[in-house]
Structure formats: C-alpha cells, structure tokens
T-cell receptor
C-alpha cells in the first residue's frame, strides 16, 4: 500500500521568507502526486499536481513542486510567503487500481503553515 | 458551474442516532468519492461510487456505514448508531471520469457525536 510522509507537522516562516514543505512517498511505480491546501473550516483546494511530463510543476498562488523519482519526493516550495498562505497543506498520492485507473488518493497527515509578520 | 456541494456543513448527533451526509457532485460528474478526516490526521479514503454502483468500498467500516449514489439525486453517506469515534470531517469529491486526477472536493460535513 502507498504511504505518504510529510516531515514536520508544523512549519513557521516569516512573511517574505521561503516556504518549503516536505513530502516523501513510498511506491514502486511512479504515482500521480498532488498538493492540496485547506483553510480553516474549508474544503480542500488543489494547488498543483504531477501526472507525467515535466518534473517541475507550477501551481496556483505562486507555489511549485518538483517530482524527484530518485528521492521519492515531491516537496512544495514558494519563494516568498504571504500572510494569506497560512493554512494546512496536504500531500497526496494516487493509488493504481487493478483496473488501470488512478482514483484513490492516499494523503499525508498534513503540515500546518504559520506565517509570521 | 457550482462546485461540489455538501450538506449539512455541521451535524450534531447523539450516540445511537443516525447521520445522513449528502453530496451533490459537480454538473457532469458521475464519479463520487468519500473521505474521512479524523482530528490531526490526513484524509482517508472510504468509498468510490458511480451512478447506482459501488465500485470500491475498501475504506468503509464493515458495520454501520453505507453509501449510495442513486440515478437521481445526491450521493448519501449514512452512519447508523453513531458513536463518539465517528466524530470527524467527511469530505466528498467528484470527478468527470474514474481517473481521480480531476477530482474536486466539497467543503465537508463536520460530524460531532455527543
């Protein structure tokens, strides 16, 4: 079974500083990879996803992530944090269904990002 | 095109009561997924449904939980005889195809069992 590890349940940065949220997965087959953001009492919003092709993926709100197969990682970065980035971030991996479709997502436990003024 | 609509947003039930959670997928989406988020945990897959069919319920507890997605109307997640451990946020996602890369999530239903 797939597993996703998000290193650091809580990350705190200053406004304007680099944001780095770590995600490692376990899979013998290159999976589809996702980052979602959850604001308080809200649903999940897709930030970006990797399926195939270019390993550096750009998403919304200035976030990007790089798929590194050799490291089984998909870390999320943003050059300059804004106060509005404060939220919980979830990394997710798709499972490969026996029928050949990727529909079931396995989520990490999440990383709560705090942005200090 | 409205997003995935879940209702109610908040639901309080006493132990032993039934909880019914509703999910209306986005227009044109015939694939629905339910996930549960326990406190300080990531989301856990529960069930995948297509219209009138349960495709994968491997994440559903064996007892008290059931799900349906009828030909007409929203998908329903039903929890009978709720216990305190059922308190969680339940999220629904929908997709236009079985490939979950195009799934959109609703805002969730937060169930509290007292």
């Amino acid at each position: 079974a797939q597993s996703v590890t998000q290193l650091g349940s809580h990350v705190s940065v200053s406004e304007g500083a680099l944001v780095l949220l770590r995600c490692n997965y376990s899979s013998s087959v290159p999976p589809y990879l996702f980052w979602y953001v959850q604001y308080p009492n809200q649903g999940l919003q897709l930030l970006l996803k990797y399926t195939t092709g270019a390993t550096l993926v750009k998403g919304i709100n200035g976030f990007e992530a790089e798929f590194k197969k050799s490291e089984t990682s998909f870390h999320l970065t943003k050059p300059s944090a804004h106060m509005s980035d404060a939220a919980e971030y979830f990394c997710a991996v798709s499972d490969l269904w026996s029928g050949g479709s990727n529909y079931k997502l396995t989520f990490g436990k999440g990383t709560l990002l705090t942005v200090n003024p | 095109n409205a997003g995935v609509m879940q209702n109610p947003r908040h639901l309080v039930r006493r132990r032993g009561q039934e909880a019914r959670l509703r999910c209306s997928p986005m227009k044109g989406h015939s694939h629905v997924y339910w996930y549960r988020q326990l406190p300080e945990e990531g989301l856990k897959f529960m069930v995948y449904l297509q219209k009138e069919n349960i495709i994968d319920e491997s994440g559903m507890p064996k007892e008290r939980f059931s799900a349906e997605f009828p030909k007409e109307g929203p998908s329903i997640l039903r929890i009978q005889q709720v216990v305190r451990g059922d308190s969680a946020a339940y999220f629904c996602a929908s997709s236009p195809r079985e490939d979950g890369t195009e799934a959109f999530f609703g805002q969730g239903t937060r169930l509290t069992v007292v």
